[in-house]
């Protein structure tokens, strides 16, 4: 039996269920019952008295407990404590029973696939807590629950297995605090300094005061030390467009540390990171050639859209923005990559026509930074041949990301333990040149 | 030592203590050594039954190392088989292979009944407080089992209208009690 799963597949929005009890005799009662017949078995046979005496009170417990009423349904509450959590997140779920009268409630959780139980795995007691941890992304069954009613004599179990709620398990964001930005920046307000004169605060310059500035900005010492009066000038603050484009067609290495994981993972901390700059964030789910996107947007809760958008094209389904999952890259709309954004690419680099798809896109004047999450080998066996094989494919893949540096697209590996800051140092430091294409490769093809 | 552990190992000395009693003095008629080593198997399964209960069997079983799938078998196999049913009846056999002794049959029977509501608080996990709506019926139990080795002492007393007495309420209590089980068991 399972719980009937409310518009959000968790149940949270329907707090008590009715449940039919399987009662059996325990096992306690078939060994109480064995003891009894045995031995008056035995005293018949062997006219022995004594054994008759043996019998009895086995016997008498069984006839005592005869009359004990059994309740046919029992009320369970289930309540989960969140109904989406990040990797390694604790989340707690209550259960609580209602009308088993006086039998004592036994609980067992079996957790499911990726879910590590967090303290007991099984308790008494009419309402009882179960902790646990997702240890992966994705939709996880929290598990199956055993509820086992005994009446007080202990001889009759009732019993029901429960299937748990579904937790949505986002990937945990990796530790990104720093940002790239692009040289030029559209005319929009945010929270980077642009190369252009603005209303910022960062410092830019000192030129001649002229008519219309502002009072406060005039720069005395410097007016003082060239007879003129000079006002400060400010850089502008702008915000940028980020598109995040996670390839997750090869997932390959172990699980938990795959490549899939670490794009999932370096994608959310991007998005952390550039939404909390104000920038607007998007993403796009490349699988096979097809793509799933969500159009970028603003605020804490995009974060939240970009996981659900990545996880849902993932499965295969619509993304939250009602994008078409399917769709090839050339066909996606003007919204969901716009001009001049920064794209930033989470993949192994495994797929020859995502790779082409990257140079295509560069071709067209996107900047783009590639996150290379490839951190695992072909397994070999150890034969010269499949040495030599693994050795050309090195060599292949160390071909292909010369190939795309070649056409300006930076390309930086991250190992998914270190934070995306240390892979990224090089790019953070100074704004990334926007650009067409300026690789020798690009303006050949 | 925490609680489980200890009624477990209550469980285990009262299993072992039972066999013990009922195999000695040891005899050597009939099937007594076949008994023995049934009771001793049935002790033995129940209580290793009891120990490994707690370890997780892998929900996926495929295409495991056969020592892994020999361990599985062995523990599924452990937890089928009703040990301790085999064991009681062992236990009374090996008992009624001796000769009449009426108050140390009365004795295993307590330790019969003892060992039995000690495997099942092991097994649930209970506390022994569980079992405390059931001392009144246990206490009728334990006169009961006076009664009977009181009825199986009067032989040796001789023939005699209190013999004839003690004999008629040991029946009538025996008819009682069966009386009483024969719902509950059609029920089961």
């Given at each position: 039996?399972?719980?009937?799963?409310?518009?959000?597949?968790?149940?949270?929005?329907?707090?008590?269920?009715?449940?039919?009890?399987?009662?059996r005799s325990s096992r306690h009662a078939r060994r109480l019952l064995t003891l009894g017949l045995a031995a008056l078995f035995v005293a018949t046979v062997a006219?022995r008295?004594e054994f008759a005496g043996i019998a009895a009170p086995a016997l008498l417990l069984l006839?005592?407990?005869?009359?004990?009423?059994?309740?046919?349904?029992?009320?369970?509450?289930?309540?989960?404590?969140?109904?989406?959590?990040?990797?390694?997140?604790?989340?707690?779920?209550?259960?609580?029973?209602?009308?088993?009268?006086?039998?004592?409630?036994?609980?067992?959780?079996?957790?499911?696939?990726?879910?590590?139980?967090?303290?007991?795995?099984?308790?008494?007691?009419?309402?009882?807590?179960?902790?646990?941890?997702?240890?992966?992304?994705?939709?996880?069954?929290?598990?199956?629950?055993?509820?086992?009613?005994r009446?007080?004599w202990r001889l009759a179990e009732?019993?029901?297995?429960?299937?748990?709620?579904?937790?949505?398990?986002?990937?945990?964001?990796?530790?990104?605090?720093?940002?790239?930005?692009?040289?030029?920046?559209?005319?929009?307000?945010?929270?980077?300094?642009?190369?252009?004169?603005?209303?910022?605060?960062?410092?830019?310059?000192?030129?001649?005061?002229?008519?219309?500035?502002?009072?406060?900005?005039?720069?005395?010492?410097?007016?003082?030390?060239?007879?003129?009066?000079?006002?400060?000038?400010?850089?502008?603050?702008?915000?940028?467009?980020?598109?995040?484009?996670?390839?997750?067609?090869?997932?390959?290495?172990?699980?938990?540390?795959?490549?899939?994981?670490?794009?999932?993972?370096?994608?959310?901390?991007?998005?952390?990171?550039?939404?909390?700059?104000?920038?607007?964030?998007?993403?796009?789910?490349?699988?096979?050639?097809?793509?799933?996107?969500?159009?970028?947007?603003?605020?804490?809760?995009?974060?939240?859209?970009?996981?659900?958008?990545?996880?849902?094209?993932?499965?295969?389904?619509?993304?939250?923005?009602?994008?078409?999952?399917?769709?090839?890259?050339?066909?996606?709309?003007?919204?969901?990559?716009?001009?001049?954004?920064?794209?930033?690419?989470?993949?192994?680099?495994?797929?020859?026509?995502?790779?082409?798809?990257?140079?295509?896109?560069?071709?067209?004047?996107?900047?783009?930074?590639?996150?290379?999450?490839?951190?695992?080998?072909?397994?070999?066996?150890?034969?010269?041949?499949?040495?030599?094989?693994?050795?050309?494919?090195?060599?292949?893949?160390?071909?292909?990301?010369?190939?795309?540096?070649?056409?300006?697209?930076?390309?930086?590996?991250?190992?998914?333990?270190?934070?995306?800051?240390?892979?990224?140092?090089?790019?953070?430091?100074?704004?990334?040149?926007?650009?067409?294409?300026?690789?020798?490769?690009?303006?050949?093809? | 030592?925490?609680?489980p552990a200890t009624i477990r190992a209550a469980a285990a000395l009262l299993g072992a203590g039972c066999v013990v009693w009922a195999a000695a003095p040891l005899v050597h008629t009939g099937l007594a050594n076949l008994a023995l080593a049934l009771a001793i198997l049935g002790v033995v399964g129940g209580v290793l039954r009891l120990l490994l209960a707690g370890v997780?069997v892998?929900?996926?079983?495929?295409?495991?190392?056969?020592?892994?799938?020999a361990w599985l078998r062995f523990l599924e196999t452990l937890r089928l088989v009703p040990w301790e049913e085999g064991a009681v009846i062992a236990i009374v056999w090996l008992e009624v292979m001796h000769s009449?002794r009426?108050?140390p049959t009365a004795g295993l029977g307590a330790a019969l009944i003892a060992y039995l509501l000690a495997t099942h608080l092991a097994e649930s996990g209970a506390?022994p407080?569980?079992l405390?709506?059931q001392?009144?019926?246990l206490?009728?139990g334990?006169?009961?089992l006076?009664?009977g080795?009181?009825?199986?002492?009067?032989?040796?007393?001789?023939?005699?209208?209190?013999?004839?007495?003690?004999?008629?309420?040991?029946?009538?209590?025996?008819?009682?009690?069966?009386?009483?089980v024969?719902?509950y068991v059609?029920?089961a």
């Amino acid at each position: 039996m399972s719980f009937p799963s409310g518009p959000n597949g968790t149940g949270l929005d329907a707090p008590e269920f009715g449940f039919s009890l399987r009662w059996r005799s325990s096992r306690h009662a078939r060994r109480l019952l064995t003891l009894g017949l045995a031995a008056l078995f035995v005293a018949t046979v062997a006219r022995r008295p004594e054994f008759a005496g043996i019998a009895a009170p086995a016997l008498l417990l069984l006839a005592a407990g005869r009359s004990q009423r059994r309740p046919p349904r029992v009320t369970l509450r289930v309540r989960p404590s969140a109904r989406r959590a990040f990797e390694g997140e604790l989340v707690a779920i209550d259960l609580e029973i209602d009308g088993q009268g006086d039998d004592s409630v036994q609980w067992t959780l079996h957790p499911g696939r990726e879910i590590d139980p967090v303290g007991a795995t099984a308790a008494d007691g009419p309402q009882v807590r179960f902790t646990f941890s997702p240890r992966r992304w994705g939709r996880r069954q929290i598990g199956t629950l055993d509820v086992v009613l005994r009446d007080r004599w202990r001889l009759a179990e009732g019993h029901l297995t429960v299937d748990l709620p579904a937790l949505d398990c986002y990937p945990a964001p990796a530790q990104q605090r720093t940002q790239v930005v692009l040289t030029r920046l559209p005319n929009r307000l945010g929270e980077h300094a642009a190369r252009t004169f603005g209303e910022g605060i960062e410092f830019s310059g000192v030129r001649e005061y002229v008519p219309g500035d502002r009072q406060r900005s005039i720069n005395w010492p410097a007016s003082t030390r060239r007879g003129r009066l000079q006002v400060n000038t400010f850089t502008a603050e702008r915000s940028q467009d980020v598109v995040l484009l996670v390839d997750s067609t090869s997932d390959v290495g172990e699980p938990g540390s795959s490549a899939l994981d670490l794009a999932l993972r370096g994608a959310a901390a991007g998005a952390r990171a550039y939404l909390d700059a104000r920038d607007r964030v998007g993403v796009i789910t490349y699988h096979w050639g097809s793509v799933g996107w969500l159009v970028p947007g603003l605020g804490r809760r995009q974060v939240y859209r970009i996981i659900d958008a990545m996880l849902a094209s993932e499965r295969g389904a619509a993304g939250p923005s009602g994008s078409a999952y399917g769709t090839s890259m050339r066909r996606l709309p003007r919204a969901a990559l716009p001009p001049g954004a920064l794209v930033v690419v989470f993949s192994p680099l495994l797929d020859q026509r995502f790779i082409e798809t990257l140079r295509d896109m560069r071709e067209r004047g996107f900047t783009m930074l590639v996150v290379d999450v490839l951190n695992a080998d072909p397994p070999v066996r150890p034969r010269s041949a499949d040495r030599m094989a693994r050795r050309i494919w090195r060599m292949e893949q160390e071909a292909i990301r010369f190939s795309l540096r070649e056409l300006g697209v930076p390309v930086v590996h991250w190992d998914g333990v270190q934070s995306l800051d240390l892979p990224l140092a090089r790019y953070t430091r100074r704004p990334l040149v926007t650009g067409a294409s300026r690789g020798s490769w690009g303006s050949r093809r | 030592m925490t609680r489980p552990a200890t009624i477990r190992a209550a469980a285990a000395l009262l299993g072992a203590g039972c066999v013990v009693w009922a195999a000695a003095p040891l005899v050597h008629t009939g099937l007594a050594n076949l008994a023995l080593a049934l009771a001793i198997l049935g002790v033995v399964g129940g209580v290793l039954r009891l120990l490994l209960a707690g370890v997780p069997v892998p929900e996926e079983t495929f295409l495991l190392p056969t020592p892994l799938r020999a361990w599985l078998r062995f523990l599924e196999t452990l937890r089928l088989v009703p040990w301790e049913e085999g064991a009681v009846i062992a236990i009374v056999w090996l008992e009624v292979m001796h000769s009449s002794r009426p108050w140390p049959t009365a004795g295993l029977g307590a330790a019969l009944i003892a060992y039995l509501l000690a495997t099942h608080l092991a097994e649930s996990g209970a506390s022994p407080g569980v079992l405390r709506p059931q001392a009144r019926v246990l206490a009728v139990g334990a006169v009961l089992l006076a009664l009977g080795a009181g009825a199986g002492m009067l032989p040796a007393a001789g023939p005699g209208a209190g013999s004839a007495l003690l004999r008629l309420i040991a029946a009538i209590a025996l008819i009682v009690a069966a009386g009483l089980v024969l719902p509950y068991v059609g029920k089961a």
